[in-house]
C-alpha cells in the first residue's frame, strides 16, 4: 500500500513538472514569434472586438456594483465613529490599486480567457491546427499572439472603465443616497488619491492580460480527448488564470506599494 501511494504522489509530480515545462516552452515560443514581427493587424483587431469590446458590460456592471458597495460598507462601520471623511478615499484607493485591476482580471478570464480556450480547444481536436500547420501556417503567429495581444493591450482601458464607474458609484450613492454634499466627495478623492495610484493599478493590469492570454492559449492549445477534454481545458482555464492573477496580485502590490 505505502509503495502505491509513493508510486502516485510521484507520478503527480512528475506529471505536474512536465506541465509546467510544457508551459513555458510555450511561452518562450510565443515570445520568439512576437519577435520576428507582428501578425496582421485585422487578426489583432478582431480579437480586440471579441475580447474586448463583448466584455465592456461585464466589467463596467461589476465596477459599478463593487464601488456602491464599498461605500455601503464603508459608511456602515465608519458613521459609528463620525469618520465619514474617509469614505471618498477609500472608495477611491480601492478602486485604483486593487478592486478595479483584480475584479477586471477576474472577469475577463471568465469571460474572454473560457471562451479562448473552447475556441482554440475546439480547432485542435477537430485537427484544423494540425491543417494550419499543414498549410505551411504559424498557429502560434495566427491563433495565439493576436488574442495575447489583445489581451495585454486592453485590459487596461477596461479598468479604466472599471475604476471610473466604481467611483462614480460611489460619488452618486454618497449624494444621493446618503446625503454627502457633492463637494465632499470630490474634494476627498483629490485630495488622497494620487496620479501613482492609478498608473501601479494599470500596472498591474499588464500583468494580468499576460497571464490571462498565455494560459488561455496554453490550455486551448494543449486539449486532449474530444468535446470533453474541450470542457475540461476550459475550467482549468478559469481556475488556474483566476489564481495565478491574485498571486501575481500580491507579489505585484508589495513591489509598487
Given at each position: ?23 513555458f ?12 514581427g507582428?501578425?496582421?493587424?485585422s487578426l ?13 458590460p461585464?466589467?463596467?456592471i ?6 456602491m ?8 462601520q465608519?458613521h ?13 484607493l ?17 469571460r474572454?480567457?473560457a471562451?479562448?480556450t473552447?475556441?482554440i ?13 499543414s498549410?505551411?501556417?504559424?498557429p ?11 489581451c495585454v ?6 479598468t479604466?472603465?472599471s475604476i ?29 488619491v ?10 498591474k ?18 486539449t ?7 470542457g ?19 507579489f ?6
Amino acid at each position: 500500500m505505502s509503495f502505491k501511494f509513493v508510486y502516485l504522489l510521484g507520478s503527480f509530480f512528475i506529471k505536474k513538472c512536465e506541465n509546467l515545462g510544457r508551459f513555458f516552452l510555450f511561452v518562450f515560443q510565443v515570445f520568439s514569434v512576437f519577435f520576428q514581427g507582428l501578425p496582421r493587424y485585422s487578426l489583432i483587431l478582431k480579437q480586440i472586438y471579441v475580447i474586448a469590446v463583448l466584455s465592456l458590460p461585464v466589467v463596467l456592471i461589476t465596477g459599478a456594483f463593487t464601488g456602491m458597495v464599498i461605500t455601503i460598507q464603508s459608511y456602515a462601520q465608519l458613521h459609528m465613529f463620525s469618520l465619514e471623511v474617509a469614505i471618498p478615499p477609500i472608495v477611491g484607493l480601492a478602486m485604483t490599486r486593487e478592486l478595479g485591476p483584480v475584479l477586471t482580471a477576474l472577469m475577463l478570464a471568465g469571460r474572454a480567457g473560457a471562451a479562448i480556450t473552447a475556441e482554440i480547444g475546439t480547432m485542435r481536436v477537430t485537427e484544423q491546427i494540425d491543417a494550419l500547420v499543414s498549410l505551411a501556417t504559424n498557429p502560434l503567429r495566427y491563433l495565439v499572439l493576436p488574442r495575447v495581444l489583445a489581451c495585454v493591450l486592453f485590459i487596461p482601458i477596461l479598468t479604466i472603465f472599471s475604476i471610473f464607474i466604481g467611483i462614480l458609484s460611489g460619488y452618486l450613492l454618497s449624494v444621493y443616497g446618503l446625503g454627502f454634499p457633492r463637494i465632499f466627495f470630490i474634494s476627498n478623492i483629490q485630495q488622497y488619491v494620487e496620479v501613482y495610484d492609478i498608473l501601479s493599478g494599470l500596472t498591474k493590469t499588464f500583468v494580468f492580460g499576460l497571464i490571462i492570454g498565455l494560459v488561455s492559449c496554453y490550455k486551448g492549445f494543449f486539449t486532449k480527448k474530444g468535446a470533453e477534454g474541450v470542457g475540461v481545458a476550459v475550467m482549468q482555464t478559469v481556475v488556474l488564470a483566476s489564481i495565478s492573477i491574485l498571486i501575481a496580485d500580491f507579489f505585484l502590490s508589495l513591489m509598487l506599494f
